[in-house]
């Protein structure tokens, strides 16, 4: 039986089914998922587009003093894919405020920050150029803006240059305040650089500004990435103590420092403030913690990680990610009692399965067992939220083959037939 089992697991065909999605269809997926909903049509359109005609494309789309355009999240998706096209969207822009001779500090202010979407700094300049040619003064968040966007294109060099210029400006309009520190902190903590993070932090005390909850974000992270792992708890202990309340990055750092530990007891005291300060954490930090309390077999503390990321309010996909991580594990021990129990709560959760390799784990669980009738409550139980794949079928019928069902063979096969799986 368990070498029965073992083939049963491994459905066949699942390559020819896979590549039935190309690459390009893939990318332009991913644009699609990434990009507001009101963006997704102007998007298509842009990308369709021949680069001679994105500026008639946005004319014929939006007026020339359009507050709202362009998003970032349209920039960075179109940036992804077509880089030349979301250079000319900021141009568009920049040449209808010079049309109009906007005096708009925001507008300009915008649109710097746009370029840092794109990673493109010479515009950025010719925006900021523009901007002093109509009189316009620049500000701190001008010049933090600039430095951002020096930062993300990788010219350190210029960010430096733009943060010694606000340093000796008589202008006191863009003296360095507490963002144009955090930037720079922010940048080497990225790099995981300790000894550059703590000498601006060192120098943005100096300058006489606090250290708030974004600095010690910042700080955590760079020891984290360079696996100084006693420091990151030294400053995140230090702004607990301070009063100030964790953002989600600094949350999500110590789960994942935690988790390299391999520490679940520490984990779990992180995963209280989470339900304690309402806070949302992403996907791939909690299969971290799912990964980690798997190998360990830690069942319970599985069991309650279900309870804590309803308690708090987690995305669907989190919670479908930590309740199958459950199932799944019950399947492969195949204790199916917790299994059914586990599945009805997730689906009554509102919840569904979002992988077919979790849905076969409990159908291999069930082949194991000879539990066929049970198997079939199973399949009518999660028929209306999940929709059975070719891979599924095709595991299905191998299972029935090799336990002699010739009837609910026949059935797996003209259930195929029906979801136009030939």
Same mark, same amino acid.
């Given at each position: 039986?368990?070498?029965? %089992? ?38 298509? #359109? ?35 894919? =077509? ?89 006191? %309009? ?8 955090? =930037? ?64 989600? %990055? ?16 520490? @984990? #779990? ?46 995305? %669907? ?44 784990? @409990? ?7 000879? =539990? ?44 195929? #037939? ?5």
């Amino acid at each position: 039986m368990a070498a029965a %089992s073992s083939r049963i697991s491994r459905p066949i065909f699942r390559p020819e089914n896979r590549s039935l999605i190309t690459e390009s269809g893939r990318r332009l997926a991913r644009l699609l998922f990434t990009t507001a909903s009101t963006d997704i049509p102007l998007l298509q #359109k842009l990308l369709k587009a021949p680069l001679s005609k994105i500026g008639a494309t946005l004319d014929s789309e939006f007026t020339s003093n359009s507050a709202e355009f362009p998003s970032a999240a349209l920039l960075s998706s179109l940036n992804s894919s =077509a880089p030349q096209k979301a250079n000319l969207v900021i141009e568009w822009k920049l040449d209808k405020l010079t049309e109009h001779e906007s005096k708009n500090r925001d507008c300009y202010t915008q649109l710097i920050s746009l370029c840092k979407n794109i990673r493109n700094l010479c515009i950025a300049f010719r925006v900021f150029s523009s901007m002093e040619a109509r009189g316009i003064k620049p500000t701190s968040t001008i010049f933090n803006e600039l430095i951002h966007t020096s930062l993300s294109s990788g010219n350190l060099l210029t960010a430096l240059s733009l943060f010694e210029t606000m340093a000796s400006s008589s202008e006191g %309009s863009y003296k360095p305040d507490s963002d144009t520190y955090n =930037a720079f902190i922010s940048a080497y903590a990225n790099l995981g650089n300790r000894n550059a993070t703590e000498s601006w932090l060192t120098a943005k005390k100096e300058s006489g500004f606090s250290v708030d909850a974004q600095t010690y974000g910042f700080l955590v992270q760079c020891c984290v990435k360079s696996k100084k792992y006693d420091d990151a708890r030294k400053y995140f202990d230090e702004m607990i103590l301070s009063g100030l309340m964790p953002n989600e %990055s600094i949350i999500e750092n110590m789960i994942v420092m935690y988790c390299q530990q391999r520490n679940p007891i520490r @984990v #779990k005291d992180i995963l209280k403030l989470v339900v304690d300060y309402r806070l949302k954490i992403d996907r791939n930090t909690v299969k971290k913690v799912v990964d980690l309390y798997g190998e360990l077999g830690l069942v319970d503390e599985l069991e309650e990680l279900v309870l804590t990321l309803t308690e708090s309010g987690q995305t %669907s996909e989190v919670l479908s990610l930590v309740h199958c991580s459950v199932i799944r594990l019950y399947a492969e021990v195949d204790r199916l009692n917790d299994v059914e129990y586990s599945v009805g709560r997730m689906l009554k959760s509102g919840i569904s399965f979002g992988y077919e390799e979790d849905v076969e784990k @409990v159908i291999c669980s069930y082949f194991r067992a000879e =539990a066929y009738d049970r198997l079939d409550l199973f399949l009518e139980c999660i028929r209306d939220s999940y929709k059975l794949t070719r891979s599924i079928y095709e595991l299905l019928g191998a299972g029935y083959r090799r336990a002699g069902l010739s009837e609910k063979l026949n059935a797996v096969v003209n259930e195929m #037939k029906v979801a136009g799986f030939s």
